[in-house]
T-cell receptor
Framework: DAGITQSPRYKITETGRQVTLMCHQT?????MFWYRQDLGHGLRLIYY???????DKGEVPDGYVVSRSKTENFPLTLESATRSQTSVYFC??????????????FGPGTRLTVL | AQKITQTQPGMFVQEKEAVTLDCTYD???????LFWYKQPSSGEMIFLIY??????QNATEGRYSLNFQKARKSANLVISASQLGDSGIYFC??????????FGAGTQVVVTP
């Protein structure tokens, strides 16, 4: 499928388990992002990547790990899930980082519930 | 530190009326961008409009226009002739010089017949 996809779309897990959320884009965009959306907070940046093997922290990185070995994939791992990580997670990509209208294209989101 | 504020948590709008959604921001960057996204009830994020800090004219995209007042640090979205399909949550976002987006809390818009 063309565009940006996320899997799974829904996930229920238990406290302490490791969870990986997948993100795949077909545009060969350099930049990729992970956000979480919680009521009252809008979207908050967890991690972003400017290119393969280049990642950096966003606003709320604690408890999350990312990797980017290939341009098209940007998985997000919760090493030991906590209830506070219950959220909707969005992956996004953009052609370049800054310097003009570099809109970010968003995936459909993953709704994660940690029990 | 950057800050972006949407003070209207929600509003009702009658079909065919215009609506203004408020967004104020604070940044020390000289070069930055402002984005508006819409999130309909289906949950996806849809890009609406972009304004660069050095753009001299207010951005327009169809029925969407941005009232950019740089000195006041505001970037209000104006939707003309609202339609039922305009219902959703509208997010203002500030892009810093590193390309990171910071989102406001959003404004829920409900368009009524």
């Amino acid at each position: 499928d063309a565009g940006i996809t996320q899997s799974p779309r829904y996930k229920i897990t238990e406290t302490g388990r490791q969870v990986t959320l997948m993100c795949h884009q077909t545009w060969s965009h350099s930049y990729m992002f992970w956000y979480r959306q919680d009521l009252g907070h809008g979207l908050r940046l967890i991690y972003y990547s400017a290119a393969a093997d280049i990642t950096d922290k966003g606003e709320v990185p604690d408890g999350y790990v990312v990797s980017r070995s290939k341009t098209e994939n940007f998985p997000l791992t919760l090493e030991s899930a906590t209830r506070s990580q219950t959220s909707v997670y969005f992956c996004a990509s953009s052609e370049s980082g800054t310097g003009g209208r570099n809109e970010q294209f968003f995936g459909p989101g993953t709704r994660l519930t940690v029990l | 530190a950057q800050k972006i504020t949407q003070t209207q948590p929600g509003m009702f709008v009658q079909e065919k009326e215009a609506v203004t959604l408020d967004c104020t921001y604070d940044t020390s960057d000289q070069s930055y961008g402002l984005f508006w996204y819409k999130q309909p009830s289906s949950g996806e994020m849809i890009f609406l409009i972009y304004q660069g800090s050095y753009d001299e004219q207010n951005a327009t995209e169809g029925r969407y226009s941005l009232n950019f007042q740089k000195a006041r640090k505001s970037a209000n979205l104006v939707i003309s002739a609202s339609q039922l399909g305009d219902s959703g949550i509208y997010f203002c976002a500030l892009e810093n010089s590193w390309g990171k987006l910071q989102f406001g809390a959003g404004t829920q818009v409900v368009v009524t017949p």
